[in-house]
């Protein structure tokens, strides 16, 4: 009897990080990523900016953060980008309404026949002594779209541990998940190859 050997590649959990411009996501993935710079801080994304999520500096990379840029004139091109996200992360500025206004025109780029697994919101710069909007704002679009709510600020650093957390417990819980598919799978092509490679006999 001779089996097939499967070789299965682990590919890192996609997620996207979407909102306007300047509401601080590339500051959040400089962060989840373990390279901000203090003395130099991450400057606008122009398009597209791709990062490694670790939960260490020293263990391998879990997931792949992709950074859309928030301008207007790169949003023809994000809605793509979306497709096959696994975990999607919305950033908004509780110092900016409209910030959170255009949350709206990002979750209609979310393709309705692959959906995500899960969808974080985040209010970003919640010490801002500007800040004008609250959570009771936006609990009502939390549920409309099932989004899981964090405050921070990427700034001090308040409140990114908690959402670091909860990140890793999405991801490991999406792991196990995609590991007990794969190997339901490779089952199945195990007994088709021995049932291919083996003769009944009576």
Same mark, same amino acid.
């Given at each position: 009897?001779k089996l097939?050997?499967?070789?299965?590649?682990?590919?890192?959990?996609? &997620?996207?990080?979407?909102? /306007?411009?300047?509401?601080?996501?590339?500051?959040?993935?400089?962060?989840?990523?373990?390279?901000?710079?203090?003395?130099?801080?991450?400057?606008?994304?122009?398009? &597209?900016?791709?990062?490694?999520?670790?939960?260490?500096?020293?263990?391998?990379?879990i997931?792949?953060?992709?950074?859309?840029?928030?301008? #207007?004139?790169?949003?023809?091109?994000?809605? /793509?980008?979306?497709?096959?996200?696994?975990?999607?992360?919305?950033v908004?500025?509780?110092?900016?309404?409209?910030?959170?206004?255009?949350?709206?025109?990002?979750?209609?780029?979310?393709?309705?026949?692959?959906?995500?697994?899960?969808?974080?919101? &985040?209010a970003n710069?919640?010490?801002?002594?500007?800040?004008?909007?609250?959570?009771?704002?936006?609990?009502d679009?939390?549920?409309?779209?099932?989004m #899981?709510?964090?405050?921070?600020?990427?700034?001090?650093?308040?409140?990114?541990?908690?959402?670091?957390?909860?990140?890793?417990?999405k991801?490991?819980?999406?792991?196990?998940?995609?590991?007990?598919? &794969?190997?339901?799978? #490779?089952?199945?092509?195990?007994?088709?190859?021995?049932l291919?490679?083996?003769?009944?006999?009576l």
């Amino acid at each position: 009897m001779k089996l097939k050997k499967l070789i299965i590649m682990k590919q890192p959990i996609k &997620i996207v990080v979407g909102g /306007s411009g300047a509401v601080g996501k590339t500051t959040i993935c400089h962060l989840l990523a373990k390279k901000l710079d203090k003395f130099n801080p991450p400057k606008m994304t122009p398009g &597209i900016d791709l990062h490694e999520f670790k939960k260490s500096k020293n263990e391998k990379r879990i997931a792949a953060l992709w950074d859309l840029g928030g301008q #207007e004139r790169f949003r023809f091109i994000q809605d /793509s980008y979306i497709k096959g996200a696994k975990i999607v992360i919305f950033v908004y500025s509780c110092e900016w309404i409209h910030s959170l206004k255009d949350i709206k025109s990002w979750i209609s780029m979310i393709p309705k026949n692959d959906p995500p697994a899960h969808i974080f919101l &985040i209010a970003n710069k919640i010490d801002s002594v500007k800040k004008c909007i609250t959570k009771e704002d936006v609990l009502d679009i939390c549920n409309q779209h099932k989004m #899981e709510y964090f405050e921070m600020s990427a700034r001090s650093g308040e409140g990114v541990s908690e959402f670091e957390e909860a990140l890793i417990r999405k991801i490991e819980s999406l792991e196990q998940d995609s590991h007990f598919f &794969i190997k339901k799978q #490779e089952n199945l092509k195990i007994l088709n190859c021995n049932l291919n490679n083996t003769s009944l006999s009576l």
